[in-house]
Every structure is written in structure tokens, then in C-alpha cells.
């Protein structure tokens, strides 16, 4: 069992990172990448504040621990399982961005970008529109850089979304 989720796991990498063959599927998601390194959620807390004001505070405040919280989590996950990246162990798959650190398990930026969202959606509904999208695409653009397998991604999901809600 555990050997055929295996195969289909760096079957559906491979997948996802032969189509960065083409240039502006490459750009596009190397662009989403670096958002997703923080930019996006410091400039959306920036605006909340902003256009909010004082009752953006907790919400802000609130991101914050939560993405503190998941900077532990997957720092401490990635030193246990220290587990090589896709790039590194299967000559089919092309690094198309530089890593951020060593190691694969768990994606720390669909881990951050899943709790993010999950806190900034539960102050404000309405950008549900913006965040929701482009965390689905920092978390496909992972794979389709060839820095996490789909298992990696799916367990910062499930993380960071088990992180945020028990923040609540």
C-alpha cells in the first residue's frame, strides 16, 4: 500500500512539475511562489490596517500567531523527516525556483498560506474571493516548481488549517 501511494505521489509531482516546460506557466507560478514567501499575507495585513483600522488589530495580531505558530510546527516537522525534495532524488523532475531550506516535508508555504487564509477568512468573509485562490495556487505552484511532492502539500494543508482552527 504504502509503496503504491508512493508511486503515485512523485507520479503526480513529475505531473505537476512537466508543465513548467512552458515559460509563462514557469513565470506565473514562480511570481505566486515569492508572494507566497510573505509578501502577499505582510501587504494584506498592512491594508487590513489600513482600511480597518483599530478593529483590524486582533485579526492582524491573530495571523500573526498563527503563522509564528506554523514557522515552529514545519521547522520542527522538516529537522524530524528530513525528507530529501523532489528535485533531488528523481532526475525527471526540474528545480525551477531555489528552496527556501533542505528539506521537503512538510510545504511550509501551503502550510503558511492555508492558515493565513483560514484566519483572515473567518474576520473577513469577503476576501474569501483573493485569498482562497491564491493560496490554492502557492500550493500547486510547489509542486509545479519541483520543490514538494503532492503529499507535502496536502499535509501543510491539512496543518495549517488544523493550526489555525485550534488558534480559535
Known sequence: MYRHISHLDLSL?????????????????RAVSRLGDGI???VLMIALLAFEGVQAVIPVVHMLLAG????????WLKKKTSRPRPYQ??????????????FSFPSGHTLHAV?????????????AWIVLPFTFLVAISRMVLGLHYPSDVLAGAAIGYFIARISF
Open 115 to 127: 492558515a493565513f487564509s483560514t484566519v483572515a477568512t473567518a474576520y473577513y468573509p469577503e476576501l
Open 89 to 102: 532524488v528523481n532526475p525527471d523532475i526540474a528545480c525551477i525556483a531555489a528552496p527556501l531550506d533542505r
Open 13 to 29: 509531482c513529475i505531473r505537476f512539475n512537466h508543465i513548467s516546460q512552458y515559460r509563462w506557466i514557469r513565470s506565473l507560478f
Open 68 to 75: 509564528g505558530a506554523s514557522t515552529l510546527v514545519y521547522k
Open 40 to 42: 502577499f499575507w505582510y
